[in-house]
């Protein structure tokens, strides 16, 4: 068992990531689903209509891309060849996602994060604590004064 304090401050990194579609299949619908701090979800959908990889691709960052919701307005989609990447508009601030499909067609992806989320009010950075590890069960955790304040889990 150790002593953490939370200290915070680290340096804002942002999150990377991907879904790259290894296979394709007309008629399949692909979800993208964001999932914000309090657990709420926000979802779209695309339609695929070719066994194309590329195509399917830029049909999941077109949907992505358009939705004026806030979760999607928080990164920056964009595509090459058969992969989108997901950026983190603001460093620092972390999101979480995945890709699923449905239909009976042959469509796959690969879910990825490429570059970790990182910055100075993420619990999960190891730099924002004094034991330079995140707390796990058991460890005793400080909150004392301080500049910094745990916005993200």
């Not at 959908?45 to 992505?64: K, Q, R």
């Not at 058969?82 to 983190?88: D, E, G, P, R, Y």
Request: with cysteine; aromatic share 8%.
């Amino acid at each position: 068992m150790a002593h953490a304090r939370w200290d915070g401050g680290a340096t804002a990194v942002a999150q990377v990531s991907t879904i790259t579609v290894t296979e394709s299949g007309a008629g399949d619908t692909v979800t993208v689903t964001l999932t914000a701090e309090d657990g709420s979800t926000q979802t779209v959908t695309a339609s695929i209509v070719a066994d194309d990889d590329n195509a399917a691709a830029a049909l999941i960052h077109a949907a992505c891309n358009s939705s004026s919701q806030s979760l999607f307005q928080q990164i920056t989609f964009t595509v090459s060849s058969a992969v989108v990447t997901l950026t983190a508009k603001l460093a620092g601030r972390p999101f979480i996602f995945a890709s699923s499909k449905t239909g009976s067609g042959d469509t796959a992806m690969t879910d990825a994060t490429t570059t970790a989320n990182s910055g100075p009010n993420d619990f999960n950075t190891a730099a924002n604590w004094s034991t330079g590890s995140v707390p796990t069960t058991g460890d005793f955790v400080t909150f004392s004064e301080g500049s910094f304040d745990v916005l993200y889990r």
